[in-house]
């Protein structure tokens, strides 16, 4: 695995650290698989997985506070000089090139779903985790009007809002504030996300919160890193993916709060998808 691009997070005791215990797809015991230690000794870190599901994640981790405040601030450390030049280039490039950069695959997929199940294009639309807003001007492509972005990171929700005049809530998806604006503009037809369950802290509470911004018949459609493909570096020393789910065990989560899994064909070794529904 090609370590190039990664960098170092310099966990110090001032880090306010807690435990994850349970299984978030079916509350089983975390059984430890490793133990990370460091600062002389001083820290550990241990990895669990559940007996039950395969899943795989840390059972120490920080709290929810500091991993908000790293995506928010530190993740995409892209120095701001100028917010509308780099807006503005952006605008530019897909202005000539469209969606040359957009995934193939997620494309196709979402292209498919939209032929093969039936959604309300009326209805608002939300991304988790938007970046730098591409995914939301493809659903525009596709029909959508009514689009709206969460993201975390300040840089990435500024420059998704200037260079594709997209409204975008910054914020963590749990955030108070956050959830108080999503509520507004509830029921959504349709909440996506693309790899960022594995990020977030409680990926139970990211699903029954998006399950409580639909009504029966809202569509879910999520992409996540594959635990059976992933490489155990990136599994066991790779901090910011704090979960890694079989196909199993996130459509255990997704059901668990309220969502019947529709299609999961598109998986494939190393990366998981779902198109799920609402239940009643």
Not at 78 to 105: H, L, M, P, T
Not at 172 to 186: G, I, N, P, T, Y
Request: proline residues 4%.
């Amino acid at each position: 695995l090609e370590l190039d691009d990664w960098r170092t997070v310099e966990i110090t005791d001032d880090v306010p650290f807690g435990i994850q215990k349970a299984c978030p797809a079916d509350d089983m015991e975390l059984i430890p698989l490793c133990t990370l230690v460091g600062n002389n000794g001083n820290k550990t870190l241990r990895i669990g997985s559940c007996p039950s599901c395969g899943y795989v994640g840390y059972i120490d981790r920080p709290m929810k506070s500091w991993i908000n405040k790293f995506y928010a601030e530190t993740w995409d450390n892209a120095a701001r000089i100028n917010g509308e030049a780099e807006a503005a280039a952006r605008r530019e490039e897909f202005a000539k090139n469209g969606f040359d950069g957009f995934s193939n695959v997620r494309a196709n997929q979402l292209e498919r779903f939209l032929r093969q199940y039936t959604f309300s294009k009326d209805k608002p639309v939300l991304e988790i985790g938007c970046g730098y807003g591409t995914s939301l001007k493809f659903l525009e492509k596709l029909g959508f009007s009514k689009l709206y972005g969460i993201e975390t990171s300040r840089h990435r929700a500024e420059i998704a809002s200037r260079a594709y005049d997209l409204q975008v809530f910054t914020g963590a998806f749990e955030d108070s504030q956050v959830q108080q604006s999503c509520r507004k503009l509830a029921p959504f037809g349709l909440i996506t996300s693309h790899h960022v369950m594995e990020h977030v802290f409680n990926p139970g509470e990211v699903i029954r919160l998006a399950s409580g911004l639909q009504e029966e018949g809202g569509h879910l459609v999520i992409s996540l890193p594959n635990s059976k493909g992933e490489p155990s570096m990136q599994t066991i020393v790779y901090w910011p993916h704090l979960h890694s789910f079989t196909k199993e065990s996130f459509a255990r989560l997704l059901q668990r709060y309220g969502y019947e899994v529709l299609d999961d064909s598109f998986t494939v070794k190393r990366e998981l998808f779902f198109l799920a529904r609402k239940r009643g």
